[in-house]
């Protein structure tokens, strides 16, 4: 009885060990860019919340590992001192540090939120709900110092409403040709949020495409390129027809060097991770919204992300650089044998 009890306080449900799996890979990213931030950063205070940053994902890195040992499971290889450069000149502005900080902070508590709801064992819970305080005081102290910063965005903001209305006519969701209802507060949030962050993988794939080896990586950072500043322009030619702010844009935070700090395999998987979120907001921004206007445009990024995430999986196994994720046993291949 005290063995099955230790069996199962050790091990791990498929859910928990892709929550950590994932995260590990994603933390060892992690630990290569913040380390090489830190080598170039000049303003103190960002340099604080970017080693408060690798503090963060090098305890993550120790935990997971503690949980893997324990349940017999093989850690990922991840990324190590071998993917990043510390010798490379600068790559973005201090400020292009902060907001790739914050970005990275929504990401984690995305998937720490996502990571509890799934998970069994009270002590992995527990994990992730201390990754979600320790990102809530790191997020804290980004958009603090962030609004100090000349580039930073602020949400749009409406008038407040004076009564409670009703939806009338199911051309409120309908109308597509001819004049348009004014945006929603949950469209407006979802496409600043997605102007924001679809800028965001425009202007890294830029700074990618500078300094990566591969041609064939090249290439797909310059496609990247041009459909994510396609789609974040969609974004905001709608916010503009409604006289809303618009995110500002990163490109000119970007230095003209040629020389990567970081390795070809690690910037690919930086660009599937962010393609792979993107489709996630995507989607929820999809549910959220009652034009059809919107919802179309939705779809034509959702179909650009699915191409991009198509030749990025592509390239990763193409050129060795894809861990499998643990799998479940093969029971087909075993009876064969």
């Not at 002590?123 to 201390?130: G, K, L, P």
């Not at 004014?182 to 800028?199: A, D, Q, R, Y």
């Not at 202007?203 to 064939?216: I, K, M």
């Not at 950072?221 to 709608?238: H, P, R, T």
Request: hydrophobic residues 40%; contains cysteine.
């Amino acid at each position: 009885m005290k063995r099955i009890e230790k069996t199962q306080k050790t091990s791990l449900t498929a859910a928990e060990a892709s929550a950590l799996w994932l995260q590990y890979m994603g933390d060892s990213m992690a630990v290569c860019v913040y380390k090489y931030f830190l080598k170039i950063v000049e303003n103190e205070d960002i340099k604080s919340i970017l080693a408060y940053s690798l503090r963060l994902a090098d305890g993550h890195l120790i935990k997971i590992n503690d949980f893997f040992s324990k349940a017999n499971f093989k850690l990922p290889k991840g990324f190590t001192e071998k993917d990043v450069n510390l010798h490379a000149p600068r790559l973005f502005s201090d400020s292009f540090l902060l907001f790739y900080s914050r970005i990275m902070t929504m990401h984690g508590i995305s998937a720490y939120t996502l990571a509890i709801t799934n998970a069994e064992r009270e002590d992995i819970q527990n994990h992730f709900f201390e990754c979600i305080v320790t990102s809530k005081e790191l997020y804290q102290r980004i958009v603090k110092l962030g609004k100090t910063q000349p580039q930073y965005s602020h949400v749009p903001t409406i008038s407040a409403p004076h009564e409670v209305e009703f939806v009338e006519t199911a051309g409120f969701i309908a109308n597509f040709i001819g004049d348009k209802r004014p945006l929603n507060i949950s469209e407006i949030s979802n496409l600043h949020f997605n102007s924001n962050k679809t800028g965001f993988i425009r202007s890294l794939s830029l700074a990618f495409s500078q300094v990566v080896e591969n041609e064939e990586v090249r290439n797909f950072m310059l496609k990247n390129v041009k459909l994510a500043g396609q789609d974040a322009e969609s974004f905001d030619e709608i916010l503009l027809k409604d006289n809303l702010p618009i995110p500002n844009r990163w490109d000119a935070e970007i230095t003209d060097s040629t020389i990567s700090p970081f390795s070809d395999k690690l910037m690919l998987f930086h660009a599937a991770l962010l393609v792979n979120a993107a489709l996630s907001y995507y989607g929820a921004a999809i549910g959220a919204s009652l034009r059809t206007d919107i919802i179309l445009n939705y779809r034509s990024v959702f179909n650009h992300a699915m191409q991009a995430g198509a030749l990025c999986y592509k390239l990763l196994v193409k050129n060795g650089w894809m861990e499998k994720q643990p799998e479940a046993i093969d029971r087909k291949g075993l009876s064969r044998k």
